[in-house]
């Protein structure tokens, strides 16, 4: 089967920096993306990565190693607002269907 | 630009009863999904399209029906609700590698 592994939870102290790991095992793979999602709301667009290497984008970057079906994305500077659930999902075909991981709680501490 | 709308956001159905979920993106986007979420979990695809008039089967299809008449809309149907199908739904479109996502609609099934 397709399965994706990330943490359930994480914390972490405003202002420090946090990482969220995702392994994945997929059929296909076209691409790692990475959503937030707060309590209540959509999941938004962060990132994605379709090569190896490093994203930066702000304060959020992510990484993708595709020998080692793994990928994490670093939070940097965290703040309250970050607070929230991040999915890793996987784009295993053209038609751009993803495959999401179980998300992982971020919270933030004072 | 209101960018994907779900209508409605709550719903409360009795076992048995048949209702339809509505999407509609204004992004001109050929991509539509409908997803459901389940506490502690990651999304699951229903169903998608890849065009106007075009549907496809997703991870959890069974119990589900849609319609993708028009290229802004994306329908899914309930055609006898079961209280398994109680859940978070949301739509999505997308052109590409980002998906945008509806607010979401909170069905209970009693």
């Known amino acids: 089967g397709q399965s994706l592994e990330q943490p359930s939870e994480v914390t972490a102290v405003e202002g420090a920096i946090v990482q969220i790991n995702c392994t994945y095992q997929t059929s296909g793979f076209y691409g790692l993306s990475w959503y937030q999602q707060h309590d209540g709301g959509a999941p938004t667009f962060l990132s994605y990565n379709a090569l190896d290497g490093l994203e930066e984008t702000g304060r959020f970057s992510s990484f993708l190693s595709r020998s080692d079906s793994y990928g994490y994305l670093l939070l940097q500077e965290l703040q309250m607002k970050d607070s929230a659930s991040y999915f890793c999902?996987?784009?295993?075909?053209?038609?751009?269907?993803?495959?999401w991981g179980a998300g992982t709680k971020l919270i933030i501490k004072p | 630009n209101a960018g994907v709308t779900q209508t409605p956001k709550f719903r409360v159905l009795k076992t048995g009863q048949s209702m339809t979920l509505l999407c509609a993106q204004d992004?001109?986007?050929?991509?539509m999904y409908w997803y459901r979420q389940d506490p502690g979990m990651g999304l699951r695809l229903i169903h998608y399209s890849v065009g106007e008039g075009t549907t496809a089967k997703g991870e959890v299809p069974d119990g589900y029906n849609v319609s993708r008449l028009k290229k802004q809309n994306f329908l899914l149907g309930l055609e006898s609700a079961a209280p398994s199908q109680t859940s978070v739904y949301f739509c999505?479109?997308?052109?590409?590698?980002?998906?945008?996502f509806g607010q979401g609609t909170r069905l209970t099934v009693v």
């Open positions: 999902a996987v784009k295993t075909d053209s038609n751009y269907q993803l495959i």
């Open positions: 999505a479109s997308s052109k590409g590698i980002e998906a945008f």
């Open positions: 992004m001109n986007h050929e991509y």
